[in-house]
Each structure stands twice: as structure tokens, then as C-alpha cells.
């Protein structure tokens, strides 16, 4: 899990690698609630919009290009900036499940029903520093990593794998529609890859 640290007022951001997305793609439940909750944190990891934007996904617009692969259109509630999101095989599973409508949440019931099946599969039990910073004083506490994945974990999530994956900063600005890439990489923890590195000297 990619730990980032915020300035004032804002706690650690969480990012899932994408070995630990796949243990929630992974879980099997006869829960239809809780699957649907699932889908729905699943599929924001790879479209990565603002909890905002994500309630009003019926605004946007699905469009296939020429090369029969679907992209989201819609403006950003916060910035209005237009993003352009091309869906991958994953998301694009999931929302023809739901026929391009994914279920709505408040995010309090959300991350409610979130924890619950974290713990009721025993993912992410392990225990980890919590740091909170406040002006600048830190105040750190002992918590279960679970305990701090919430539906805001899906943008980092989506931001981080992708800049871990070598995708152009302005490519991941046009999908996530933010303004400068100063604010963009205030957040990610970019991940160096020691074969891209390899590739400079051959």
C-alpha cells in the first residue's frame, strides 16, 4: 500500500498497489449489497473520479472510438475541466453489469459497508502508524491498515498505478482533470522501476 503524506488539516492518503486491488476483485460473497459496494470501489480505482463526480456519472457521456474501445466524457464538478477517462477491460465489465449506471452512495454508508467487508475477509489486518498532521504538528496512532481505506482511496489508487505503470503525467492530468502537475504529484508517491532505469544504458 503507497502511504503519502498531505499538508494541514489532511490525513495520510491511501493508494492500493495493484496486487492488493486484485484481493477485493478477488472476494466472493453472496452479499448482493456488499457486491454491489465492491463494484462500485473496484471500478473507481480505474476510473479515478472525486467522490463528487462519481454520485453524478449519469451526467457524463460513454463513447466508443474508432477502435471500439470506451472512454467517459464528463465535466469535473470541481475544477471544470473536462476529463476524458478511456475504460479499461475491468471497469468496463462492471458497468455494462449495471448497464452504465453504477449504484449511488452517501459516503458514510459507503466506507461503513467498505470496513465491513474488509474485516469480515480479513484484508489489510495488519497494523500500521497512522499519522495525522494538523498545522504542522503530527500526531500519530496505532490502526489496522483497512481502517483507512475509504472511497477516496480510488482516485490515489487510480493516479499512483498509473504513474506507477510509466503513463505520461499530462496523459493522467487529461483522466483525472486536474489543472498543474504540481497538484497532482502533491499526492502521488511515484514508484521507481529499475528496468525503465536499465533501459537508459542499453
Not at 492488493?20 to 473496484?42: C, G, P, S
Not at 480505474?46 to 467517459?72: A, N, P, Q
Not at 453489469?97 to 484484508?123: C, D, G, V
Request: glycine share 2%; hydrophobic share 35%.
Amino acid at each position: 500500500i503507497y502511504r503519502v503524506r498531505q499538508n494541514k488539516y489532511q490525513k495520510e492518503i491511501i493508494a492500493l498497489s495493484r496486487g492488493e486491488l486484485q484481493e477485493i476483485i478477488n472476494i466472493k460473497t453472496d452479499n448482493e449489497a456488499w457486491q454491489r459496494v465492491i463494484d462500485v470501489f473496484v471500478c473507481n480505482c480505474f476510473l479515478g473520479l472525486r467522490v463528487s463526480d462519481l454520485m453524478t456519472l449519469d451526467r457524463g457521456e460513454f463513447k466508443k472510438d474508432s477502435d471500439g474501445d470506451f472512454f467517459y466524457i464528463k465535466e469535473n464538478i470541481k475544477t471544470g475541466i473536462t476529463v476524458n477517462i478511456p475504460i479499461t477491460e475491468i471497469p468496463l465489465r462492471i458497468l455494462q453489469k449495471y448497464n452504465f449506471s453504477l449504484p449511488t452512495y452517501a459516503s458514510q454508508y459507503f466506507n461503513r459497508e467498505l470496513q465491513k467487508i474488509l474485516k469480515h475477509y480479513k484484508l489489510f489486518e495488519y497494523p500500521v502508524t497512522h499519522i495525522r498532521k494538523v498545522q504542522k504538528e503530527s500526531h500519530n496512532s496505532t490502526v489496522l491498515m483497512r481502517e483507512l481505506i475509504t472511497s477516496h482511496t480510488c482516485r490515489k489508487t487510480f493516479i499512483t498505478l498509473a504513474v506507477s505503470n510509466n503513463i505520461p503525467l499530462n496523459v493522467i492530468m487529461k483522466a483525472s482533470g486536474h489543472r498543474q502537475i504540481n497538484t497532482l504529484t502533491s499526492y502521488v508517491q511515484l514508484v521507481a522501476d529499475k528496468n525503465e532505469f536499465k533501459k537508459l544504458c542499453s
